[in-house]
């Protein structure tokens, strides 16, 4: 399942503590091994999954990622995203 929020101050904080992962446009399947929160800091791509079907992720979007699915992942501008892996 993905769900995607906008954080509030305080939750924007604690995300730029995150480390940074950055994806040129591209396509490529993602086995969500861990599940996965993450921020989207610029760019734009699609997430696809059997679960949640398409969802489009932009800058300022808090995403969550449940493990056990395969996500494909379409970028469509360059993504700089803060993120962690959890339990």
């Given at each position: ?41 610029e760019g734009r791509a699609i997430l696809t999954t059997t679960e949640s079907g398409v969802t ?32």
């Amino acid at each position: 399942m993905i769900t995607v929020e906008k954080p509030n101050a305080k939750k924007l904080e604690e995300i730029k503590k995150w480390a940074i992962w950055e994806k040129e446009p591209c396509s490529f399947d993602h086995d969500q091994v861990k599940s996965e929160a993450f921020y989207i800091v610029e760019g734009r791509a699609i997430l696809t999954t059997t679960e949640s079907g398409v969802t489009e992720i932009t800058p300022g979007d808090l995403v969550t990622v449940q493990h056990g699915q395969i996500v494909q992942w379409e970028v469509l501008e360059t993504v700089t995203k803060h993120f962690v892996f959890f339990e």
